[in-house]
């Protein structure tokens, strides 16, 4: 199986950093091939220009570095989301990746002529994982600041647009949480990527 690791996080000491670490060797483990866009290693451009709005707005990208992400998304079994929450959502990079590359024509298409039901058109894709860091306490983002990740990237974008099989590994409080409990949670996830399955 071909998965797709889209990772943003500038810092390379970051806890993170060690999920990617953690996720690229249960794929390994279970003879999955890798393909990771590294966001911040590459300088991806996050800001929507009004050349990407027309882009857009015709459904033909013009940007080369998105133009090269949407094709090997394209080819792509599963796709894996990793970053940080930061003031409870994500970074400009991942939030500039959804903004530029899951794009109208590309990676959805419209079942009516009011344009109002989505469909997938990266047909490949059999299931999405996303996997974040944050340290606000997760009873708290959830009482609170009402799961906002979830509803912007899981429901707001990837179920809008028909793509099934969404999970969400949050890993909450991670400074305050014990060395143990962190390398609890990365061997865990190094054992789950090593049995994934569509």
Not at 159 to 170: E, F, I, P, Q, V
Request: hydrophobic fraction near 45%; include cysteine; proline fraction near 5%.
């Amino acid at each position: 199986m071909k998965v797709v690791i889209v990772f943003n996080h500038p810092y390379e000491g970051s806890f993170c950093n060690a999920i990617l670490q953690a996720v690229s060797n249960g794929l390994k483990k279970g003879n999955h091939q890798i393909d990771l866009i590294h966001l911040d290693r590459d300088n991806f451009n996050p800001v929507m220009t009004a050349h990407d709005l027309k882009a857009f707005r015709d459904q033909k990208p013009i940007d080369p570095q998105v133009i090269n992400y949407q094709a090997r998304i394209e080819r792509a079994d599963h796709l894996v989301f990793i970053f940080p929450i930061w003031w409870e959502l994500m970074p400009a990079m991942t939030k500039g990746f959804i903004d530029k590359v899951i794009f109208p024509g590309v990676a959805y298409g419209y079942t009516n002529r009011a344009n109002t039901r989505m469909k997938p058109l990266w047909t490949q894709i059999k299931g999405v994982t996303m996997l974040t860091t944050m340290n606000t306490p997760k009873a708290l983002y959830w009482a609170i600041f009402g799961n906002a990740i979830k509803k912007a990237v899981i429901l707001g974008t990837l179920w809008k647009t028909g793509y099934r099989n969404l999970k969400w590994m949050s890993l909450n409080s991670v400074k305050q949480v014990p060395h143990q409990k962190r390398a609890k949670w990365l061997n865990g996830i190094e054992a789950k990527f090593a049995q994934l399955k569509n």
